[in-house]
């Protein structure tokens, strides 16, 4: 009876509050302030003509008082939107993040007691000339309750835009970076659910790398479940099943999933969904486990890229010049391997704790700066001029000799940083999966990336069979270290190109006259070192004033989307929307200049005569996101697809559905045969 009350107060609370007209709320000056504070932000004031902007909801509840989900639960209502907008501006619906359970007197309640945002696009038509005023006014109703008094409030809010170039505005960037982080992301494939015996089970897709330490479902189709009733969830394979007390669905049922302090918006279709058998348990470490194999296989991996193969061939050559002194063939894997774990473990750190305060970041970000490009850039350099033989390493061990564990810990280290361009098969999973795992579990992935990228080495220090097996020392030693100077050459080719495409022409001349001073500097320490000399603490100082000088000149320039094909458009979520509303299918894919995984799918599978005559037979519209420079747009996109980076492959089949993610390693006959 009391759950029955406590409704019934709500429902006609909230009916006399809708009925109200807006005159009524009496003189502003006299009314008492309000218990949920609503500023209305702009997440730009001079938006383009032609785009697309968040408003945000600045929603902030006094302290025991509590504002309503999209889905109310049992009892409460949503808010009311009425929106006075200029003439062909539209305003879509409002998107929440995930709420919090609340029972009251047995009924259960979908709320927020903490500060939220409510997240409404607004589209703004083209042809509007630059200047133009667009007024923006709302009038809102809402409920907002304690756990023993509800009180129907209204607002009226208002901000003023401007038609201008778009630019995000900085006071509220970081702001509007984690509100958005907050919002549901798209799961990127279809749940399913079956009704029966009075119950509800819902099969989620999850990876099977990922843990599900702390799983609710809420629904915000109506009436789908008994909102009161507890929610088992049980993990079978690569899926979640969430069982609770049903309501008799028939149709979709529309939902999040909030996982672990991660949201995922949901369609579940009806189905046939098996009984589960295992609980999902904060202690199934088998899901870390297989993300943490997945990137040691990974880590594995990129030692056969350009960047990263001369290195370790040198340092295993070096072993065979020390002969067979096993103790420093030991030493010298561990320190070899604690370098490589270390940079990736500090590269997660980074990652984890930038994307933690709303930077949509991922692998190989610091790529994005064109500040860092340059600096790898004349770092690549210089290993190749030493791989050349212009000079020494004036650190024992560094690349070719093994005299001290520091000079191995430093070129485990220079290995790790200089892989960061490359995602390879095995790795999309494990570095997706730590979205959404906790941060222990996550930095175990990281962690794993570079015991895989150190594994070669520390089975070579470990083990005497495979050292015997490396060539004996000799002359041919120096020229195949010449040899492998060219991919390091190679590689800074690629960076030098990164650069032009960050900075322009000016900023990758900038970047070859800083290669330049740096190589003529090698050149005088390497005389000085064939006489017999040290390589000068002058050197030291010039290659220092060099790298900073370099790295203040450089300056970003906006890159466009790296559009190879004369059919293909860049990405946005706009005209992704307006093609699927044609019912065209649409091929998506996510690159950058500084992925290589990415340009080899792009010349190899992508941009191939067999491909464009396929796509154009059946209607397929391509569309490019560069991520070239950190566009967080596009980082937050890619986010909600459970990838840490780029190479991102969709496929959305014609008339509708969920996008098909395809392998980071394309084929022209997979893509020949998409339907």
Request: hydrophobic fraction near 50%.
């Amino acid at each position: 009876m009391r759950a029955l009350g406590f409704a019934f107060v709500t429902m006609m609370l909230a009916m006399i509050a809708w009925a109200l007209p807006a005159q009524a709320q009496g003189d502003p000056a006299n009314d008492p302030p309000p218990h949920l504070k609503i500023q209305l932000v702009a997440e730009t004031s001079t938006p383009k003509a032609g785009s697309r902007i968040n408003l945000a909801l600045d929603s902030r509840p006094q302290p025991g008082w509590h504002g309503y989900w999209q889905n109310p639960g049992d009892a409460g209502f949503p808010a009311k939107f009425a929106w006075t907008l200029p003439s062909k501006i539209t305003a879509g619906d409002p998107r929440y993040p995930a709420p919090q359970q609340l029972i009251v007197a047995g009924l259960m309640n979908y709320v927020f007691e903490q500060p939220y945002a409510v997240i409404v696009p607004l589209t703004v038509p083209q042809g509007l000339a630059a200047g133009t005023r667009l007024p923006i006014k709302l009038h809102l109703q809402y409920l907002v309750c304690t756990k023993t008094l509800c009180v129907p409030e209204q607002a009226d809010l208002a901000t003023e835009l401007t038609v201008g170039d778009g630019q995000p505005d900085p006071v509220h960037a970081a702001q509007f970076a984690q509100w958005m982080r907050a919002l549901p992301q798209p799961l990127g494939s279809r749940a399913t659910y079956q009704a029966q015996g009075g119950a509800v089970r819902i099969a989620i897709p999850y990876p099977a790398g990922a843990a599900a330490a702390a799983a609710y479902f809420y629904p915000i189709t109506a009436d789908a479940i008994d909102y009161a009733e507890p929610q088992k969830v049980a993990r079978e394979g690569d899926r979640l099943i969430v069982t609770t007390k049903g309501k008799g669905a028939s149709g979709p049922i529309e939902g999040v999933l909030n996982v672990d302090g991660h949201a995922l918006a949901l369609t579940a279709d009806r189905g046939v969904v098996p009984v589960p058998t295992a609980t999902a348990s904060g202690s199934d470490w088998s899901t870390v486990l297989l993300a943490f194999l997945s990137a040691v296989l990974g880590g594995l991996i990129l030692n056969v890229m350009p960047c990263v193969f001369p290195i370790l061939s040198l340092k295993a050559l070096s072993l065979a010049r020390a002969g067979g002194d096993e103790r420093a063939a030991r030493h010298d894997a561990l320190a070899y391997a604690a370098g490589a774990i270390a940079v990736c473990f500090a590269l997660g750190v980074v990652i984890l704790a930038l994307r933690a305060g709303g930077s949509a970041v991922g692998w190989a970000f610091q790529l994005q700066d064109p500040h860092v490009v340059i600096l790898l850039l004349m770092l690549t350099v210089a290993i190749a001029l030493n791989l050349a033989g212009v000079f020494e390493v004036p650190v024992p061990g560094f690349v070719n000799r093994t005299g001290g564990a520091s000079g191995a810990f430093a070129t485990g280290a220079l290995a790790a940083f200089v892989a960061t361009p490359c995602a390879g098969p095995f790795m999309a999973t494990s570095l997706g999966a730590a979205l959404i795992l906790p941060w222990p579990a996550a930095l175990a992935i990281f962690v794993g990336l570079g015991l895989g990228l150190a594994l070669p080495f520390l089975l070579l220090g470990y083990a005497p069979s495979l050292r015997k097996r490396l060539p004996r020392p000799g002359p041919w030693m120096d020229t195949l270290r010449r040899i492998l100077s060219i991919p390091m050459w190679l590689t800074a080719v690629a960076l030098a190109w990164v650069l032009g495409r960050e900075a322009g022409v000016n900023g990758m001349a900038l970047g070859l006259l800083v290669s330049l001073g740096a190589a003529i500097v090698f050149w005088v320490a390497g005389r000085r070192q064939a006489r017999g000399l040290g390589f000068g603490a002058v050197a030291v100082l010039l290659l220092v004033i060099i790298a900073g000088a370099g790295a203040w000149l450089v300056r970003v320039q906006p890159a466009e989307a790296s559009v190879v094909g004369a059919e293909e458009e860049k990405f946005s979520e706009a005209r992704l929307a307006q093609l699927r509303g044609q019912g065209r299918p649409v091929f998506a894919y996510f690159t950058a200049d500084w992925c290589l995984t990415c340009k080899v799918n792009e010349r190899v599978a992508i941009d191939t005569d067999a491909v464009h005559a396929s796509f154009k037979a059946k209607n397929v519209a391509v569309l490019v996101g560069d991520w070239t420079n950190g566009d967080p747009v596009l980082g937050r996109f890619i986010e909600a697809h459970n990838r840490a980076g780029v190479p991102l492959y969709l496929y959305y089949p014609a008339g509708g559905g969920e996008p098909r993610i395809l392998p980071q390693v394309l084929t022209p006959s997979l893509l020949e045969e998409l339907q």
